[in-house]
């Protein structure tokens, strides 16, 4: 679930100017290889099995990209992997980290096509919000992302690497078994999780993988639109946390701020909650409701929000609209966001009220990918001068 508000400009990178990413590496890359597909490439490569083991290890306990160092493996074993094999992470495009603390990447992939990730910071934890797709296929009427068309689906692999390179840019290497800051993750970036199924539950299979980076079901929210059947395998192949993009409460409004809602109607999508498998009071389904000034902003709304999830473990985040240039709404005023939370909490539900974060690097998901071409430029140079700096202090004092 995005929520843009710069100019949209879904574009191929010869259409905006921006540097395809180099793809002439015809190496393997083994980031989104299942332990199964990486156990068989070995084995294709004449390697017993615990081989495998020992490169998991590697790559997703230890986050190593350069054989060479993985001092456990067999030396001709390294150069073999080397020769044929790469640790592929996501080109930075752009990395801003906000005065809150927020950062932000613009990462490219091989074919030059980009999605943005977000790391937002609570004291001594946060969550990564990942994308899965470069834009969106559905069209989400309050979503500029939305606006922007299906440009494809990233890989397992892609999916995987937006977090490793999320960990590699905070250097939390190996897989902390205690405290992490990167502790959670989030997949409400660019796209719709539940229409690249297959590729978001094989890189999410990969991050839960106990002997790898090692993070918890409970520590990972998926969030739908509302893809009733697919709701269904969610829960019973991955059993991450839900959250549903709500926004309204009759067919009518659904059905024109999430189209989606035609195919997939209240009633149905209610159900599919109901019977989500690992809901329950302790880890309740998140519906997440955008506060539209006049649309479904009402204290009549929120006294029918509560009738609706009767029986439902839910948790509500109220996200005041962000704005965008010929957006068709308005946020609503600060009063009927505070008096609609009341209504929920007096019905005993938590309702928190979304602040924003990283305002100031335009960090609420889709913004960067649509911003306009000339602010982006312009940010990328402001990223290049920061990082060129960097390195020529570390060269100074090395
Ligand atoms: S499903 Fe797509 S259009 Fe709808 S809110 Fe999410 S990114 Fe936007």
Same mark, same amino acid.
């Given at each position: 679930?995005?929520?843009?508000?710069?100019?949209?400009?879904?574009?191929?990178? &010869?259409?905006?100017?921006?540097?395809?990413a180099?793809s002439?590496d015809k190496r393997t890359d083994l980031v989104g290889l299942s332990r199964n597909e990486l156990g068989e490439l070995l084995k294709d490569m004449?390697?017993?099995?615990?081989?495998t083991k020992?490169l998991w290890h590697w790559i997703y306990h230890r986050g190593e990209t350069d054989f060479?160092?993985?001092?456990?493996?067999?030396?001709?074993?390294?150069? /073999?992997l080397?020769?044929q094999c790469v640790i592929r992470r996501p080109e930075i495009?752009?990395?801003? /980290?906000?005065?809150?603390?927020?950062?932000?990447w613009?990462f490219a992939f091989p074919d030059?096509n980009e999605a943005?990730t977000?790391?937002?910071?609570?004291?001594?934890?946060?969550?990564v919000?990942i994308s899965c797709q470069v834009?969106?296929?559905?069209?989400?009427?309050?979503?500029?992302?939305?606006?922007?068309?299906?440009?494809r689906n990233l890989s397992a692999g892609e999916i995987v690497g937006q977090f490793m390179a999320a960990r590699d840019?905070?250097?939390?290497w190996?897989s902390?078994?205690?405290?992490?800051?990167?502790?959670?993750i989030?997949m409400?970036g660019m796209g719709?999780p539940?229409i690249n199924f297959d590729n978001v539950s094989k890189a999410l299979k990969i991050i839960m993988d106990g002997e790898g980076i090692a993070i918890?079901?409970?520590?990972i /929210?998926l969030?739908?639109?509302?893809?009733?059947?697919?709701?269904?395998?969610?829960?019973?192949e991955l059993?991450v946390?839900?959250?549903?993009?709500?926004?309204?409460?009759?067919?009518?409004?659904?059905?024109?701020?999430?189209?989606?809602?035609?195919?997939?109607?209240?009633?149905?999508?209610? &159900?599919?909650?109901?019977?989500?498998?690992?809901?329950?009071? &302790?880890?309740?389904?998140?519906?997440?409701?955008?506060?539209?000034?006049?649309?479904?902003?009402?204290?009549?709304?929120?006294?029918?929000?509560?009738?609706?999830?009767?029986?439902?473990?839910?948790?509500?985040?109220?996200?005041?609209?962000?704005?965008?240039?010929?957006?068709?709404?308005?946020?609503?005023? &600060?009063?009927?966001?505070?008096?609609?939370?009341?209504?929920?909490?007096?019905?005993?539900?938590?309702?928190?009220?979304?602040?924003?974060?990283?305002?100031?690097?335009?960090?609420?998901?889709?913004?960067?990918?649509?911003?306009?071409?000339?602010?982006?430029?312009?940010?990328?140079?402001?990223?290049?001068?920061?990082?060129?700096?960097?390195?020529?202090?570390?060269?100074? /004092?090395?």
């Amino acid at each position: 679930m995005t929520q843009p508000q710069t100019q949209s400009q879904t574009q191929s990178p &010869a259409q905006n100017n921006r540097p395809a990413a180099k793809s002439r590496d015809k190496r393997t890359d083994l980031v989104g290889l299942s332990r199964n597909e990486l156990g068989e490439l070995l084995k294709d490569m004449g390697e017993p099995a615990f081989r495998t083991k020992q490169l998991w290890h590697w790559i997703y306990h230890r986050g190593e990209t350069d054989f060479a160092k993985m001092t456990t493996i067999a030396k001709s074993m390294r150069e /073999t992997l080397s020769e044929q094999c790469v640790i592929r992470r996501p080109e930075i495009s752009l990395e801003q /980290t906000s005065r809150d603390k927020a950062r932000k990447w613009l990462f490219a992939f091989p074919d030059g096509n980009e999605a943005e990730t977000v790391f937002i910071p609570e004291d001594d934890r946060g969550a990564v919000c990942i994308s899965c797709q470069v834009g969106c296929s559905l069209t989400c009427t309050f979503c500029h992302t939305g606006t922007m068309g299906l440009v494809r689906n990233l890989s397992a692999g892609e999916i995987v690497g937006q977090f490793m390179a999320a960990r590699d840019s905070y250097g939390e290497w190996p897989s902390p078994s205690g405290t992490r800051l990167l502790s959670n993750i989030v997949m409400m970036g660019m796209g719709e999780p539940l229409i690249n199924f297959d590729n978001v539950s094989k890189a999410l299979k990969i991050i839960m993988d106990g002997e790898g980076i090692a993070i918890s079901k409970r520590r990972i /929210t998926l969030s739908t639109s509302g893809l009733v059947p697919m709701m269904d395998r969610c829960g019973s192949e991955l059993g991450v946390n839900l959250a549903v993009s709500l926004h309204a409460v009759t067919d009518q409004l659904r059905d024109v701020l999430v189209p989606i809602n035609k195919k997939y109607p209240l009633k149905e999508l209610l &159900a599919a909650c109901r019977r989500y498998p690992s809901a329950n009071n &302790a880890r309740r389904i998140t519906f997440e409701y955008v506060m539209l000034r006049g649309i479904n902003d009402s204290p009549a709304d929120a006294r029918e929000l509560l009738r609706m999830v009767k029986g439902i473990p839910v948790k509500f985040n109220l996200i005041p609209f962000n704005p965008w240039p010929g957006a068709p709404y308005q946020c609503s005023h &600060a009063d009927d966001i505070k008096r609609f939370s009341e209504i929920l909490n007096d019905g005993g539900f938590s309702a928190p009220i979304r602040v924003p974060r990283g305002r100031d690097i335009l960090a609420a998901c889709g913004q960067l990918k649509s911003a306009s071409t000339r602010d982006l430029d312009r940010l990328r140079a402001e990223s290049q001068q920061r990082k060129a700096a960097r390195e020529t202090q570390h060269a100074s /004092t090395s």
